[in-house]
DNA sequence: CGGAACGTTGAGCATAATCAACGACTGTGG
DNA sequence: CCACAGTCGTTGATTATGCTCAACGTTCCG
């Protein structure tokens, strides 16, 4: 494992004399999910100057643990995990990333902690001092930051919880509850269709399990008809909601 | 269980009139470790104004989950604990909070974590809402907590790792390791003596195991000579720094 | 067609939970 | 002063949960 700088790749697409509403921002399809839904047109002149898009390749590493952070970005389209490794290449993904997340590393020397890419993901990407110069001077970006590492900090928390403290069929049932809260697609039957954005191995670094466990769990669910899917597919759907809420949260 | 306001209690010592350096902040014990280290003794009064000073006994509940959380605090001595607990019972304690640290549900509707008092703890409180008021005042204040905020984020997603991924003498050994680091007082014999500030289960809520299995660690430790410790002490004494470091972090 | 990646399933095992008993210490009340 | 209950920590026996190791089917791609 080759170490490489963070984003330092990033070379392209500058945008140096602009003055006025940028007009790549202006249309940026997370121009109102992103920290820059707190800056006005003529503000974001500011952050465009200094911002620079770069696709990552899914699988790709963005940021090894023990670099310095000299990178943050914003997620245009795709998704990143997070993850936390021991020595002996035990692993657990600590948070994911998507469409309109604030990645990078700001007012810390260190990372412990490395960012991959899950899919193909187009980041729009800052210098980490120049980043943190604007931050000085719009206060709104500032607090929405706060607010949004405010948010991560109280998953992170809950999700501790489930890490600590839950069985394996919980785990997994709560995995499929919340991404079928989010992101459930009613399929006109009553059922919701979910898509899993990630490989049972994943799922498995995620919930701190194994991948056999994760698998025997989803047959479980299975097998006691609360959801339904297909060899060798991502998706799942959700057949009985109430009773998988029933094993996330019982009465 | 009956639920309580969040330090709806507090209300003496007000200081209402004071318009320059405030006496009991200049002279406040966490005046330079706390948040207030950020801002300058003049302008310290627009918190002090609102600050009131509050004893909370141990085991006692600050905040209950699902109460709106209508105020905050620094701590200026004691300890509290952040505890995210199931429908059964189950707990898992998600943050520990010292001397100098800010406790509060800063822009969030919702707490999912319950807030109780591990030592009988001297907070500064303030309103939720003129604290942020007094955020939007002073930059630096804000940035403070913003700084600290990323901080104890990284902190919990490190903590994920031992949850999800460490087996129960790793996480043993971690805690006192980490705590012979942060708190250990050289004892003039080579050996570091630790305070442990909490209970064997508290100890275990935190790591996500039950109080036998951290009782049977401990005293795995000590029949390996790494650590020892006396039937119904708190604290312990570090013997082998190495060795106990070899178990945390293998090489 | 062959190999790789992914997911499932089974058998056996190791780890930590559970259940239970006990000793040390504390505070209470007679 | 002692008896007593209560809390805390330790230790032992047993069990259950999830991990490890292994085999196999499917899909995808060269």
Known sequence: ??????????????????????????????????????????????????????????GQVINWPGDA?????????????????LADGREQIVGLLFQGDFVGQLFAEEMSITVVALTDTDLCSYPRAGFELVLDTFPKLERLLLKRTISSLNDARVRMLTLGRKN???????????????????????NLDVLLPISRGEIADFLGLTIETVSRQMTRLKAAAIIDFARGERGCKVLDVNQLEMIVNPI
């Open 69 to 85: 952070s000299t990178s943050c970005a914003n997620i245009v389209s795709g998704a990143l995990k997070l993850t936390a490794t």
């Open 1 to 58: 494992m080759v170490s490489q700088t963070a984003l330092s790749f990033v070379r392209d697409n500058a945008d140096k004399s602009s003055v006025g509403p940028p007009e790549r921002c202006v249309h940026c399809k997370v121009r109102e999910t992103s920290l820059c839904s707190s800056m006005s047109n003529r503000d974001l002149a500011a952050l465009s100057g200094l911002g620079r898009t770069r696709r990552i390749l899914a």
């Open 168 to 190: 394996a069929l919980e785990r997994v049932a709560g995995f499929v509850f919340e991404l079928a809260q989010r992101i459930g697609q009613a399929d006109g039957k009553g």
